[in-house]
T-cell receptor, first 118, second 110 residues
Framework: EAGVAQSPRYKIIEKRQSVAFWCNPI?????LYWYQQILGQGPKLLIQFQNNGVVDDSQLPKDRFSAERLKGVDSTLKIQPAKLEDSAVYLC????????????????FGPGTRLTVT | RKEVEQDPGPFNVPEGATVAFNCTYS??????FFWYRQDCRKEPKLLMS???SGNEDGRFTAQLNRASQYISLLIRDSKLSDSATYLCVVSGGATNKLIFGTGTLLAVQP
């Protein structure tokens, strides 16, 4: 079974530029997540989609970050304009549709996109 | 206070040693608990879920104490291949989102 695919793997941009990341989840997985992992920290959830609807975007800096999952499959995450503190690894993950409360399916992570803002 | 707290380490141990990682969480309503493993410059991968009754998978044992809001992971007979960052993770709430700790770095020495 193919895993979560992400591209690009690495990106270097200057501050105030724009950047976009792409994610293709595991086939059949309804839930898709974007995380930001800053060096030395654990991943932090930015946004969660279930099919093409947003479930949680409470920690997404909406003044500069946007994400979409138009057809309930692939997703893109955009940063515009980028700041130095956006330097991080951006991880995409997917899981099957969530069961009832009190349980979670395993999340499968992609290899991530390492962003450096100079 | 962070939602999930871990000792960042690093823990430097010789092969064959037993090592224990601890984690505390702040939200008493958390419902699910996990340990993820992350190799250097790789993505996190699920190591094991953690249950109130405790659970074991080979050399790995996980424990949960809901009253103390405390999670632990014990690794027996450490191998070089166990060297990685171990992330404590809790989830709960309406969206069951995962909250990660900062991770504990383990380096097993030959």
């Amino acid at each position: 079974e193919a895993g979560v695919a992400q591209s690009p793997r690495y990106k270097i941009i200057e501050k105030r530029q724009s950047v976009a990341f792409w994610c293709n989840p595991i086939s059949g997985h309804a839930t898709l997540y974007w995380y930001q992992q800053i060096l030395g920290q654990g991943p932090k959830l930015l946004i969660q989609f279930q099919n093409n609807g947003v479930v949680d975007d409470s920690q997404l800096p909406k003044d500069r970050f946007s994400a979409e999952r138009l057809k309930g499959v692939d997703s893109t995450l955009k940063i515009q304009p980028a700041k130095l503190e956006d330097s991080a690894v951006y991880l995409c993950a997917s899981s099957p549709i969530r069961r009832g409360s009190g349980s979670s399916y395993e999340q499968y992570f992609g290899p991530g996109t390492r962003l450096t803002v100079t | 206070r962070k939602e999930v707290e871990q000792d960042p380490g690093p823990f430097n141990v010789p092969e064959g040693a037993t090592v224990a990682f601890n984690c505390t969480y702040s939200n008493s309503a958390s419902q699910s608990f996990f340990w993820y493993r992350q190799d250097c410059r790789k993505e996190p991968k699920l190591l094991m879920s953690v249950y109130s009754s405790g659970n074991e998978d080979g050399r790995f044992t996980a424990q949960l104490n809901r009253a103390s809001q405390y999670i632990s992971l014990l690794i027996r007979d450490s191998k070089l291949s166990d060297s990685a960052t171990y992330l404590c993770v809790v989830s709960g709430g309406a969206t069951n989102k995962l909250i990660f700790g900062t991770g504990t770095l383990l380096a097993v020495q030959p």
